[in-house]
């Protein structure tokens, strides 16, 4: 191959790359004016230019512009082999560092209107590849905000399919956290208000997620362990392992050792999620209903767009009176998505809405949902949304609806009970004088006749600013100045106070949890030791024979290999790697205290926290009550609802044998499909044996029927056939043989 010699040799055969160069330029020129056609020998020198482009740099320096030239003005009608080709060596060039990324990239972008779906996939890994490597070490501010306002011009492209590639873009680079601050975010919420439907459905689930963590993380804590499972089957049995491997081997060990401590202390996320890196939430809202209420989509996108607008309501809480007219609509008997809707009505409920508001959605769902015609599904669907309105504004139903819910107590579903039982136990917290005294116990009842008036939840009333006082402390001003009247508040002065209030919820979760656990370590992952800092101890280069701590070290690594050695699986893989971590008690004072203490499960906006649990403790949640909703919160920290949530109805016996009984109707049509199924398959050609198979045994009896009949005879028959061949022995005509009767010639 000649480019092989050219990179070894570069000066011996710069004559004849000279005579190529020459030949390349006027295919290229050629092709130019016709780029339909396929031309192989273009291909081929293509690869071949591309491949050399960083030995001669000077003579092969016009390229990438010729490429991106012939890109940009003809990638409609040139040929699909060619343009794919041209796009792999501009990758090429581009990991040869011949080209920056402010060249290419937005190239790759436009490349998205071709109609090619091997180009389209390989251009959307290239660029995720390409911008990783870019902010590995650091963020490239300089190339991701060039970037960042080329692709937010491709969202709004009229063309569907480059829209949807670059938003698809912009996600994936915020789950793999190499893009994940504000400004993507807000490009990512300009897709919601595209009139294409696909870019508004992608972009609403996206902040409608509840987890972002990738799956590529739960992969790298089993790197380490196949690492030195990979280098342990490699060594030989009894063969001397080398100063380096030893070297190498210690240092995955180290490493190892480090991960099995931190998998065992409580980690802190300091991720906030996308829907609060919105930058005025309120607007965004109102635009975004602006544009359901004039789209005639399908009704998964209006759902989408619904529970975006429900979930900005409650997380910001926002004012928008006009929303919940346009809810009560779809407030409906015959409605298929009732769980979900009425999911979004709870969402975007808060303590700020008047009553006004909330009251008439509620008596439109008793009347529609509870009553004697209703189904038991609907029924408690009904209740439980009841309940989470409530629960986020006490005030939305008065003593006569709550009354009239709990007359269906003693109803024979249980689900519909269960849910009753769930909206009189949380009245009893929140607004006791609501309740009879029959409802509420006897605790609860002595403690309305001791302060009846402070448990009723009054109509709150905004006197000051939450948060005001913490602003104050950060500008570093008295205690007695008043903030509100001191100067007007700017938008950037209500998110300090956002992040304030947030970093506040930490430090208390964090000196709750020091409190109520002893013996355990906390660790943020903010202020983690980075893995490559302890690379340097343990080298072979400055090992000195009198250092007694060093050997002992070096001894117990050797042993520990020699254990690895031996046992080729290691023992941290026996260990299952899930979500929640746990941490054993190092102190044995504190083992009764942990026997006599509640696992503690707290949860704060962007920090999570994870009580430990001991190993010869065996939990089982499908006993207790509180197992499920437990399992349900780490799930949920941020307390979001969905459709799921509401339906907490359960069949009886006889229902589920309901749904498997098959009625005679869909007998026949089952009947119909396997006979269609059978004739399409006796179309294809088979062979006779195949064919046998499949045939009726009366159609084959006859057959055989004729061949026995063939080969038949009767005993008169044979003794003639003897007594004729004994007559012909007696004459000489045949003799006898050991193998039969011959012929004498």
Known sequence: ?????????????????????????????????????EDEKVIEYIRFMTHICDVYKKELAFLPTEFVDMLE?????????????????????????????????PLFFRLFRAEDKALRSYLFTSIIGDLKIINRKAKATNVNKTLQNFVYNMIKDPQEMAGKKSLQIMIELYKKKIWNDDNTVNVIAEG???????????????????????????????????????KIMNTRIGAKMSRKKKHNLQKTLKNLRRNKDRKGKILFHTDFLPIDLIRCPQEFAEK?????????????????????????????KLIMFNFYPYLSKYINTHQKELAEILAIIAESTHINVPHEEV????????????????????????????????????????????????????IKNKSVSVAIKGLINLFRDLRPELLEKKQLGKEEALKLRSKPAESMVMNTRLSTIDGIELLKAHEGLHQSVNMITHRLLTEEDFKTIKMLRLQQKAEKAKEQIKLNLKGYEI?????????????????????????D?????????????????????????SKSKTSKTYNECNDGEADDELDEQPQVNLRSDGITFVAPVRDDLEVDYSMSESGSEDEYRASNPHNFLDGDCLNTFKKTKYEKMAETYVTTAEKGKMKKERARAK???????????????????????????????????????????????????????????????????
């Open 359 to 410: 009251s008439p959605m509620i008596e439109k769902i008793l009347d529609n949902f509870v009553n004697e015609r209703a189904s038991p599904l609907n029924m408690t669907i009904a209740i439980n949304a009841v309940r989470e309105i409530c629960a986020r504004n006490p005030n939305a139903m008065n003593k006569e609806q709550l009354q009239y819910i709990i007359a269906y107590y003693k």
């Open 679 to 745: 004739h399409e398959k006796k179309n294809k050609s088979k062979t006779n044996k195949e064919k046998k198979k499949f045939k009726p045994l009366a159609m084959l009896i006859p057959k055989k029927l004729q061949g026995i009949q063939k080969n038949y005879r009767s005993t008169k028959e044979r003794i003639n056939e003897l007594k004729t061949k004994l007559g012909k022995v007696k004459e000489g005509k045949l003799k006898v043989h050991r193998r039969g009767l011959k012929k004498v010639r």
């Open 288 to 316: 975004l209903y602006y544009r359901l209420r004039k789209s005639s989509e399908k009704l998964e996108i209006k759902l989408h767009m619904m529970k975006l607008i429900g979930r900005l309501i409650g997380r910001h």
């Open 192 to 230: 919601t208000l595209q009139k294409s439907g696909k870019l508004c459905l992608i972009a609403c689930k996206f902040f409608l997620l509840m987890n972002y963590d990738e799956e590529e993380d739960s992969d790298d804590d089993s790197s380490d362990v196949d690492n030195v499972k990979s």
């Open 549 to 573: 701590h060093q050997d002992a070290d070096d001894e117990q690594e050797e042993s520990e290999i020699d254990d690895l050695q031996a046992h080729t699986q290691p023992a941290s893989e």
């Open 1 to 37: 191959m000649l480019q092989n010699k050219i990179k070894r040799q570069p000066g011996l055969w710069k004559e004849e790359f000279n005579s190529h160069l020459e030949i390349f330029k006027k295919m290229f020129l050629e092709f130019r004016e016709d780029p339909s056609k």
């Open 73 to 105: 003005q003809n990638y409609a009608v040139i040929h699909p082999n060619v343009r794919f080709q041209l796009v792999q060596s501009l990758r090429m060039i581009r990991t040869k560092k011949q080209a920056t990324a402010t060249d290419i990239l």
């Open 523 to 547: 660790v943020d992952d903010r202020y983690k030791e980075d893995e490559n800092e302890d690379e340097g101890e343990g080298c072979c280069e400055g090992e000195g024979e009198g250092d």
